[in-house]
């Protein structure tokens, strides 16, 4: 790095995505600046914090973060039937969410990245050389040059918008509360008409005592989530509502841009994300894993245009695009589904063939649409053969 710049990478968020991409290119030996818009890192909290084993041991994260073990869970009918799902082995785990984003940025930083909270990008500018920043950092204004940055705000940041990174033709939404809960032991899903189309709703044991309630759906995301805590609350499911998180959008399908002269995208910003459930830390970990190796490469070889940076599309796009393309032809054959048609399918869950498709090794928790979408099949199959 020359006089010429104040930091080799500017990383502008510091969720999951941003925190790793730091840490691998500051453990390089480059010269890393996070900057976190909000005053605490990891809050507030967008998601549920569920995380598959394969990313809890491939990223060697603390079983510290552990609320819990997830080997099963009951999928319930629109009219509220339950079906146990159940796997011989842990395949998920809820983790503190605010404890994961600290952590992963106490190693990012313990690796010699610098973290600036309060901080917000107004905006970046790509001059032919390098990145100009405009910053408001504690209050105050700041101009910064940089080699390059990294864009990991999450999805619809109104610069990622500017820049040409965050645009997708298809969004869904989740919000979710903690709930007083001390007799919830697993997770439950919650499908059907009620949670709006293609939408569902989820009940999921938190820290002791409590748990997580919440819906993932098309439109009128607030209303619903309350409508349904109303109606966990009635059935005397849960207590009161202790925390309320913001509202969430998710990015359906997969991005078409993830890449711009001096700047990558990474994680939910850039549809790294799960659209049948809207899980993103795995996917935006894998990304900035592919982010890094780019930049890495490109730093040392001077190069940081958008043809320089073109490996990172190959490289995202060959770990999870096919799946994410996948998960997003299952959401939209399940929004076609009735609820009279998901009551029947429900019901020959209990065929011994149909579960042992479900219950296989051959759909993992991170990547299942595709098993899933055969199954959907074999479940509209046998419905129609038995009708």
Known sequence: MTDRFDADVAVVGAGPAGARTAELLAGQGHNVIIFERNAQVGEPVHCTGIVSRECLERYDLPRSLVHHEVSSFVLRSPKGRG?????KSVQAYVVDRVALDRHLVERACAAGARLLTSATVDDLEWDGAGVRMLATVS???????LRAA???TGYGAPLARRLGLSQTGDVIS?????VEAPNVSQVEVFTGGA???GGFGWLVPHRPGYALAGVLTRSGTVPRMQQFVERLQAEGRVGAVDQVYRCRP???GVAKKTVIDGIIGVGDVVNQVKPTTGGGIYYGLLGADAAAETLAEALANGGLTAQELAPYEQRWRHLMASEIALGYQLRRVIEQLPDAVIEQMHRLLRMPGLRRILLSAAMPFDWHAGALLRFVDRLQHHRHATS
Do not use: K, T
Request: positive net charge.
């Open 174 to 178: 989740g919000a979710q509360v903690v």
């Open 83 to 87: 079906a146990q799902v159940r796997r």
């Open 195 to 197: 949670h709006g189309r």
């Open 250 to 252: 998710i990015p359906l």
């Open 150 to 152: 990294v864009l990991a």
């Open 139 to 145: 209050g105050r204004h700041e101009v910064r040059y």
